[in-house]
Structures are given as structure tokens and as C-alpha cells.
Nanobody, 115 residues
Framework: QVQVLESGGGLVQTGGSLGLSCAASGSIFRFNDMGWYRQAPGKQRELVAL???????TYADSVKGRFTISRDNAKNTVRLQMNNLKPEDTAVYYC?????????WGKGTLVTVSP
């Protein structure tokens, strides 16, 4: 039905920046919410940022002012620009797409922030 592919993870130093990209594709032509989640070792998966099709955005308190989510409805893509990265941001980041009430996940991309 839908496949989700994210990219852009890597290693960055504290205070650096990194951009993540996600593309959703499939026979479904309309995607509702698109967002990013992350899971650090020993912690539960948490919402990082979410963007609705209408343009509303939601951010976790821990990333407000540092991360920016954006999407292109025509291309079915969503980006996460991460600035002023901290070691606590180290995690596997997952792209999540909601389409007609169903959730679709990418395989994840690792972001490592060194001190």
C-alpha cells in the first residue's frame, strides 16, 4: 500500500545541524499527518515533530526552537531540520505517515550527536 523511506542520519557534534528527509509513496494519493518520532536506547519512542496536511505543526518540548518540520504535499515528502543538536538527541529517528487512518513507518535512520 504505502512505503516510507527516510534518510539523512549520521554523526554530528554538539551544536551542529542535520537534516532528515522522508518520502512516502504508493497507490494512495493522499497522506494526512506526516511526522518524525525517535527512540533512544533504553527509552520509549516519542514524538519529535508532526505536520498535518493543512500545515499545522506540533513539536516536542525538548526540540522546540531547534527543530523545524516541513512538508511538500505534492511530492509526499517531509523534512526535519535539526539545529543546535545535543547529545540527548541521539536516537533512531523514524518517519511516520498517516493515510486514511492507518499508520506507516520507515525503517529508521540513526542520528548520533557527540559531545
Amino acid at each position: 500500500q504505502v512505503q516510507v523511506l527516510e534518510s539523512g542520519g549520521g554523526l554530528v557534534q554538539t551544536g551542529g545541524s542535520l537534516g532528515l528527509s522522508c518520502a512516502a509513496s504508493g497507490s494512495i494519493f493522499r497522506f494526512n499527518d506526516m511526522g518524525w518520532y525517535r527512540q533512544a536506547p533504553g527509552k520509549q519512542r516519542e514524538l519529535v515533530a508532526l505536520a498535518t496536511r493543512g500545515g499545522s505543526t506540533t513539536y516536542a518540548d525538548s526540540v522546540k526552537g531547534r527543530f523545524t518540520i516541513s512538508r511538500d504535499n505534492a511530492k509526499n515528502t517531509v523534512r526535519l531540520q535539526m539545529n543546535n543538536l545535543k547529545p540527548e538527541d541521539t536516537a533512531v529517528y523514524y518517519c511516520n505517515v498517516v493515510s486514511y487512518g492507518a499508520n506507516f513507518w520507515g525503517k529508521g535512520t540513526l542520528v548520533t550527536v557527540s559531545p
